[in-house]
């Protein structure tokens, strides 16, 4: 198992996080430099996540900044964590996803408490929603997002633990 390390992002960090570049039709996933504004809004939650050797590995959020607009999300459900992940380009397709979403799962069980985790994939990226699917998540709700026409899907999954 990978150790990996969490901390809120930072303004180094988040520099890096836009200069990465994904191959299409994963380059929906890029980050640009005036992006960077909201990626540090401690609100949004995000967190970097370096590795054991002190490098940037990628990325995770946790509440609404996870949404994507046209989703189903109910206000009223504070126990339900919304997840948002993104692994350094180079790192992608080698294995990996599933310890490191993993460790952003447990996490965000440690920092936050919930009791159930949500997330949403675009339909096209089959290798997170597999990824997530092995972890227990299931398809819970699908929806399009207005004006850039494209599919996605809501999964989640209960803690372990709860008891659901």
Sequence with gaps: ???????????????????????????????????????????YRYHQVLGRNGALVGFCCYGADARVPGGEYNEGEPLVLDVGVGLRPD???????????QAILDYGENTFQPEQFRVT?????LRSRKTFQK??????????????????????????????
């Design 121 to 125: 994939v675009a339909d096209f990226n």
């Design 1 to 43: 198992m990978v150790d990996y390390f969490f901390s809120p992002l930072t303004m180094e960090f988040a520099h890096q996080i836009a200069t990465w570049r994904y191959d299409p039709p994963f380059d929906l996933y890029d980050i640009y430099p005036e992006h960077l504004k909201g990626l540090l809004y401690p609100a």
């Design 91 to 101: 790192l992608t397709g080698q294995g990996l996803g599933e310890c490191f979403v």
């Design 135 to 164: 972890l227990g998540f299931q398809e819970v709700f699908h929806f399009t997002r207005e004006l850039v026409e494209m599919p996605f899907t809501q999964l989640e999954r209960f803690v372990k633990g709860t008891g659901k």
